[in-house]
């Protein structure tokens, strides 16, 4: 019989890639998503989609008695980092009571790997570059959620003997990714804003450095990582080693879609001001692949947004706290 596995999250950027490495691999698949912030027609065909979300336990506990999961992948999320410092509440309620409606699922109708993306997030203004081994000091409630739903893992582990995959992936962008969202991912943002002719809206000077991941190198290694026992209990940095700065960044994603703007530099955010991560442990664990570098991952994702066309951006509506929110992000308040 074919593995079965649930993945939450599965209309959105990186599960719905995801899904399509799974079902090569020969899974049965259902995706579960809430269409927050995915769209229903990234799921492959050839897995079953319900909408729904990661809240409703009775939902969860309906999915794992129907199909008896062999292998969970978490993936739903709102991995908004600035802006969580301003939906606590949300922010807490999905990214960490829904996880844990899942471990209780998996635990009692005893799935046999949880493979759970967490965050770089996690590790705040730590040294760089950022390894496994470094002790978390989140700096923003999404790390925060992230950082608890590790420990959790780790307790449950201990506690009832379900096994987990942890990775930490970074700044992920590609094909599928959702640029109609202002306030996470900056590449898809800056793609959005020259789509529409906007000049690209930069947090402080520009001089922030990050390393910039390719869905490709991504989502084929989190589907296949349960194929490796060996992986099971341990937490993985994963994406790219190269680290540019924002100002870079921009260039780069001008020139891949061969359109000029204006950079217009905004208040600098309450945020990490460099972060990138060492990948040394993943190569210990997983066949090395052939990284994809930044100008054809831009390319590859610019090609897609042309032909996708922009996105209007939404506002959201709950922010709970507006004191100190970014002018840029005050539109919000309903």
């Known amino acids: 019989m074919s593995p079965r596995a649930l993945v939450t999250g599965g209309a959105g950027f990186i599960g719905s890639h995801v899904i399509d490495e799974l079902l090569r691999l020969g899974f049965q698949v259902v995706a579960l998503d809430d269409l927050s912030g995915g769209f229903r027609d990234n799921v492959a065909p050839a897995a079953e989609f319900v909408e729904g979300s990661i809240l409703d336990a009775a939902l969860i506990d309906h999915l794992f008695a129907q199909h008896q999961f062999d292998y969970v992948y978490h993936l739903a999320a709102y991995a908004a980092e600035g802006l969580s410092h301003f ?27 949880l493979v759970f993306t967490s965050s770089i997030a996690v590790y705040g203004a730590n040294q760089l570059p950022m390894t496994e081994d470094l002790t978390p000091q989140p700096e923003d409630s999404y790390g925060i959620a992230k950082y608890a739903v590790e420990l959790e893992l780790a307790a449950s582990r201990h506690m009832f003997g379900l096994d987990y995959i942890i990775f930490r992936p970074h700044n992920v962008y590609g094909e599928r990714q959702n640029i109609g969202d202002k306030y996470r991912n900056v590449i898809g943002i800056f793609m959005n804003q020259i789509m529409q002719g906007q000049p690209l809206t930069v947090f402080g000077d520009g001089e922030q450095t990050r390393a910039f991941s390719y869905i490709g190198d991504v989502a084929p290694a ?49 945020e990490v001001k460099h972060a990138y991560s060492s990948h040394a442990k993943f190569a210990e664990y997983f066949p090395a692949g052939a990284a994809c570098p930044l100008e054809g991952g831009l390319a590859a994702m610019a090609a897609w947004a042309l032909r996708a066309g922009p996105r209007q951006s939404r506002e959201f509506g709950e922010i709970e706290i507006e004191r100190n929110l970014p002018p840029s992000w005050a539109r919000a308040k309903q």
Do not use: C, T, W
């Not at 937490?235 to 001008?254: C, E, H, K, T």
């Not at 891949?256 to 955010?269: K, M, T, Y």
């Open 222 to 270: 989190i589907a296949r990582s349960v194929q490796y026992p060996r992986a099971y209990g341990q937490i993985f940095n994963v994406g790219a080693d190269v680290p540019y700065s924002v100002n870079q960044l921009a260039r780069a994603v001008m020139q891949a879609l061969g359109r000029e703007v204006p950079l217009n530099h905004l208040p600098a955010r309450n």
């Open 87 to 113: 939906i606590k509440r949300f922010n807490y309620q999905n990214n960490l009571i829904g996880s844990v409606n899942l471990i209780n699922a998996a635990v009692n109708y005893q799935a046999k790997v």
